[in-house]
């Protein structure tokens, strides 16, 4: 009888109560504050006239990730309205705007006032700093929107505001709070990460929310250092909660979540698609690789997902790890992931067949036809932004178009990927 009384106690202290709606958090809010000036133009020529304008904020630290709730800024339009778009970015260790992680959203603004930008996507951001930058949504919308700056250092809220950033001279560049903040209110809900427990048929179920993306579950038998162990089931999602199943362990068990998602572009907007992908080396069919880099320790790699489509016929493509050289391309390949057959437009998953550990680094995925048969039918859909989730982080796309590896930045659009890891345990 030891076993059923543990297990109660475990769903006593671990049983997770879904949430409804959860609290919002303001995390900075200086609306309230009075207003110095304007500054702007927020436009896009990335010069002296207009500029995308940046206000850095930060997350306060602790265990859980946040739901971005809604960004409110004070802008004022100076030539009859124009729309203006509002992203979340990461920051560089220059303290710049770095990498934009989600697009929140586009608003008109007419006159002068408080307008509200609310995600149009779950956008989770984890304890830590961001930069909220103003952009103009096309290229008309240039050079007619102004956004508000305190005239103190006041704020409310359990973050902080950090640098002011602006891209005038051609490239971003930062100027401390101490020169006065822009003026913005950042709400957030935290996101519990809780793990609940259910023991049915000597069968164990874990549940937590959905939207700990990325989150895998590890499982021991005692709390001992280094015992814990990766469950061998992957979750699976059903109506917002993720669980999975495993049988009982014996007389006692304890389990906890980790982060395993290192980038994920899956949930983003596809522009088109890149290709086919041959191996010709030549621009009529060619090799392309997505560069993605690990920065949260060691991982042993579970799955990369990408988003394909079979542009002829049906044909086996066949995915490889490649580190990245000196020169930002696929410099030497570490071995195959796995192959897929794409029949059509698709999310191919390739896993591998035998462990493969990544340590801290930048990587490149690689895809190549599985056989001369299966050349130049496939191709490799593409974000027409830069935008992701995860611990870790996109990088360069290549290709071997010109008859060797070539890069492009990031900011022309990532391939779409998703590279799911475990944490590693010697």
């Not at 339009?77 to 970015?89: C, D, E, K, L, R």
Request: with cysteine.
């Amino acid at each position: 009888m030891k076993h059923p009384v543990l297990v109660r106690l475990i769903l006593a202290t671990l049983m997770l109560v879904l949430p409804g709606v959860a609290r919002s958090d303001v995390i900075v809010n200086n609306l309230t504050q009075p207003t110095r000036n304007y500054y702007g133009p927020i436009g896009s020529d990335a010069n002296s006239n207009d500029f995308r304008i940046g206000q850095e904020f930060l997350i306060p630290p602790g265990p859980n990730p946040y739901l971005l709730n809604e960004v409110t800024l004070l802008l004022i339009s100076s030539s009859g309205g124009a729309n203006i778009t509002v992203s979340i970015w990461n920051t560089d260790a220059n303290n710049n705007p770095f990498n934009l992680l989600a697009m929140v959203g586009t608003n008109f603004v007419a006159t002068s006032g408080l307008v509200n930008f609310s995600p149009f996507t779950n956008i989770v951001l984890n304890p830590g700093a961001y930069y909220v930058v103003t952009a103009p949504a096309t290229p008309a919308d240039s050079g007619a929107v102004d956004w508000s700056y305190a005239n103190n250092l006041l704020w409310s809220g359990t973050g902080l505001l950090g640098s002011i950033a602006d891209d005038s001279p051609g490239y971003w560049e930062n100027n401390s709070i101490t020169n006065y903040p822009q003026q913005m209110s950042v709400t957030a809900s935290p996101i519990p990460a809780n793990l609940g427990v259910q023991l049915q048929n000597q069968q164990i179920t874990l549940a937590w929310p959905a939207l700990l993306y990325g989150f895998v579950p590890d499982e021991t038998t005692n709390l001992s250092p280094g015992t814990w162990v990766p469950m061998s089931s992957l979750p699976t999602d059903q109506l917002g909660t993720n669980s999975v199943t495993a049988s009982t362990p014996g007389s006692q068990a304890f389990f906890r979540l980790r982060q395993g998602l290192v980038a994920d572009n899956t949930t983003q907007t596809i522009g088109s698609w890149d290709g086919p992908i041959g191996t010709d080396n030549n621009n009529s069919d060619f090799l392309l690789a997505q560069e993605f880099i690990n920065t949260n320790g060691v991982f042993d790699l579970l799955e990369v997902d990408a988003d394909l489509i079979a542009t002829n016929l049906p044909g086996n493509i066949t995915a490889s790890l490649w580190t990245a050289g000196a020169n930002g391309n696929p410099s030497n390949p570490l071995g195959t992931i796995g192959s897929a057959l794409v029949t059509g437009q698709q999310t191919a998953a390739f896993i591998p067949n035998t462990p493969m550990t990544l340590p801290p680094g930048t990587y490149y995925v690689e895809l190549a036809p599985t056989t001369p048969s299966d050349n130049a039918k496939v191709g490799w859909s593409f974000c027409p932004y830069p935008a992701w989730i995860g611990f870790g982080a996109l990088g360069n796309y290549a290709s071997t178009s010109g008859g060797t590896w070539q890069n492009q930045p990031v900011s022309n659009g990532p391939y779409v990927i998703r590279v799911r890891t475990r944490p590693h345990t010697p």
